[in-house]
Nanobody, 122 residues
Framework: QVQLVESGGGLVQAGGSLRLSCAAS????????MGWFRRAPGKEREFVAA????????DYEDSVKGRFTISRDNAKNTVYLQMNRLKPEDTAVYYC???????????????WGQGTQVTVSS
């Protein structure tokens, strides 16, 4: 049983940076792969980034490679998404997720956060 709460969203100018946090409650945090998804206005939800339970392997959607970094601190039960060189097309609601498999090829998500809005102005 895991509950996820995102924070850190907001308004930022193109080229700027923002860091999202996902605080997890529950006793099974370390057993889950973690990831971030996003849904832009009028578009389907898409995968953004993922990290394995041990934090040794990461995966990213092509459009954010080199700009976004996912990390986790199991001692604090928290997952982060550092977003640099933000673009207007990054504007979306970002959702934290936990599951058995989360990757660019497909995901099996067991828990979702409520989402946090990220808006990048041009």
């Amino acid at each position: 049983q895991v509950q996820l709460v995102e924070s850190g969203g907001g308004l930022v100018q193109a080229g700027g940076s923002l860091r999202l946090s996902c605080a997890a409650s529950g006793r099974t945090f370390t057993s889950n792969a973690m990831g971030w998804f996003r849904r832009a206005p009028g578009k389907e939800r898409e995968f953004v980034a993922a990290i394995t339970s041990g934090g040794s392997t990461t995966d990213y959607e092509d459009s954010v490679k080199g700009r976004f970094t996912i990390s986790r601190d199991n001692a604090k039960n928290t997952v982060y998404l550092q977003m640099n060189r933000l673009k207007p097309e990054d504007t979306a609601v970002y959702y934290c997720a936990a599951g058995r498999i989360i990757s660019t090829r497909g995901s099996i998500v067991n828990y979702w956060g409520q989402g946090t809005q990220v808006t990048v102005s041009s």
